[in-house]
């Protein structure tokens, strides 16, 4: 099965910037990718993705702070997160999505997810 290893996380103050990655143990080109964040007793949410082509969607939450990008070559994808408030902290999973006919079973992937906090 796939494997998706996420990294970067940890503790910031207001203002500051973190860049997470997401590893992946198989290729990701044709694989939309996605990140996602969850605090303790609410819903997991959709923070951006990214298509295999290269088109991206965040949620408003985070528009023109967070960049979601990929590397193809190298089975990864990141998120840059700039100007972070505490409303930000979380844990930050990465997602992957699999058509049929790419991976060898299609669906949703998820990492073990890694902890942003921001606080002064």
């Known amino acids: 099965q796939v494997q998706l290893v996420e990294s970067g996380g940890g503790l910031v103050q207001p203002g500051g910037s973190l860049r997470l990655s997401c590893a992946a143990s198989r290729s990701i080109f044709r694989i939309n990718m996605g990140w996602y964040r969850q605090v303790p007793g609410k819903q997991r949410e959709l923070v951006a993705s990214i298509t295999s082509g290269g088109s991206t969607k965040y949620t408003d939450m985070v528009k023109g702070r967070f960049t979601i990008s990929r590397n193809n070559a190298k089975n990864a994808v990141f998120l840059q997160m700039n100007s972070l408030t505490p409303a930000d902290t979380a844990v930050y999973y990465c997602?992957?999505?699999?058509?049929?006919?790419?991976?060898?079973?299609?669906?949703?992937?998820w990492g073990q997810g890694t902890q942003v906090t921001v606080s002064s």
């Open positions: 997602n992957a999505n699999s058509p049929p006919g790419v991976w060898a079973a299609p669906g949703d992937y």
